[in-house]
């Protein structure tokens, strides 16, 4: 049995596609995940469960679809790998100071640097970013919400991407290093 990290993409923003977080819990038990937590309403879960990542997303994605009414992204990332990523924030010494200006953009596939870095020239913004594997670290130190690459990010790294402040992304690690 393994942690995993859930991250729901399009659930609870803008007052649309509610979903209460004992609601999503409450799916993630009846899956058979054990020691289930979530994290604020924007769709944070953390859990055990046997089986791969895939398998694991296949069926919560067909179960969500099933018992709220409409599809949500899913990125699921296993709880070894979530570490890994925490742990090598290049934007740590920003994070230390001010977790809300540092973000985390995870991947469905590899970012373009390209894309990006032209986004970035583009807009002339002060944001800093780097990219891993699947994963995209970013320092906005003037807001994320007033960020025009912010705005234009998931568009320029060219695959679907889902975005965590980095107090979230902390919160999240407390919550595996509980179940580990």
Not at 99 to 104: A, Q, R, S, W
Request: proline residues 3%.
């Amino acid at each position: 049995m393994g942690g995993f990290v859930a991250l729901y993409r399009g659930i609870n923003v803008g007052g649309k596609h509610s979903v209460k977080m004992e609601a999503l819990c409450a799916l993630h038990e009846g899956l058979g995940h054990r020691d289930v937590q979530s994290y604020i309403q924007s769709g944070n879960v953390v859990f055990l469960s046997s089986g791969t990542a895939a398998a694991i997303a296949k069926k919560l994605t067909a179960a969500f679809a099933s018992e709220f009414g409409f599809t949500a992204k899913i990125v699921l990332i296993e709880a070894k790998r979530w570490t890994e990523i925490v742990k090598s924030n290049p934007h740590a010494v920003f994070a230390a100071t001010n977790p809300k200006l540092v973000h985390l953009g995870l991947c469905e596939g590899e970012p373009s640097a390209a894309g990006l870095q032209e986004l970035l020239t583009k807009t002339g913004g002060t944001e800093t970013f780097t990219i891993g594997k699947g994963i995209v670290y970013l320092y906005a130190p003037d807001g994320f919400g007033t960020s025009k690459f912010a705005a234009g990010m998931e568009k320029a790294a060219g695959v679907p991407m889902t975005v965590r402040n980095w107090r979230t992304v902390e919160a999240l690690q407390a919550l595996v290093e509980l179940i580990a």
